[in-house]
């Protein structure tokens, strides 16, 4: 072995684990938001509307409703699994579930504070949707539809027929990566504020 190589410092295994568990993390944030943008499909579609076949924009609303429902659907099914605690990290809908464990669930309680919507599936479903159909559907539809549009009069008078007839659909798609961080975070907040002050008018009631 030579002089540099035993002058390094020794990493320990923990570190290097950490390490990979950092990077992993790194790689399922980007997966995320890479899956974010399938719900975007319908709105690159409506970028497209001035020059695409109409068949076309719908199925990319039917992409983008796939995708809402496939959200939501998980995010339930994952509230109600660990409700009853039996949820496992990384575990999926079509894989075999543990047996219910009442420790856990209780655990799982405590930590989310008996948030009915972080127990009960039925409200996280609605919770979700709402959110999904505002922030993913509705609110993004109508911006892009909107800005396609009025740029379509701004570029009516353009001699070159390319820019007059892409450049409506280039303002659309430029706006497509801006929507999560446009509506994401404020829907979010809407959303968050109705349903806490929902739940506790609902628990008020029951006292």
Avoid at 3 to 19: F, I, K, V
Avoid at 87 to 101: A, S
Avoid at 114 to 131: H, M, P, Y
């Amino acid at each position: 072995m030579s002089t540099e190589e035993s002058s390094r410092p020794q990493q320990a295994p923990e570190e290097g684990n950490l390490r990979y568990a950092a990077y992993a993390n790194r790689f399922r944030t980007i997966l995320r938001a890479s899956h974010r943008y399938i719900a975007y499909t319908s709105d690159i579609g409506e970028s497209f509307r001035p020059v695409a076949h109409p068949y076309l924009v719908t199925l990319g609303y039917g992409v983008s409703w796939a995708y809402l429902l496939c959200d939501v659907g998980y995010a339930s099914w994952v509230v109600k699994m660990r409700n009853e605690g039996r949820y496992k990290l990384g575990l999926l809908p079509w894989q075999p579930t543990p047996e219910e464990n009442k420790e856990e669930a209780v655990k799982y309680r405590q930590q989310v504070g008996n948030s009915l919507s972080e127990t009960d599936w039925r409200v996280q479903f609605a919770k979700r949707g709402i959110f999904q159909g505002l922030a993913s559907m509705g609110l993004p539809a109508l911006t892009i539809h909107s800005a396609v549009r009025y740029s379509s009069v701004l570029f009516k008078n353009v001699q070159t027929k390319a820019i007059k007839t892409y450049g409506p659909v280039s303002v659309g798609l430029g706006i497509v990566p801006l929507l999560p961080y446009i509506f994401d975070e404020p829907v979010e907040h809407v959303v968050d504020y109705v349903f806490d002050q929902g739940e506790a008018f609902y628990r008020k009631k029951l006292e």
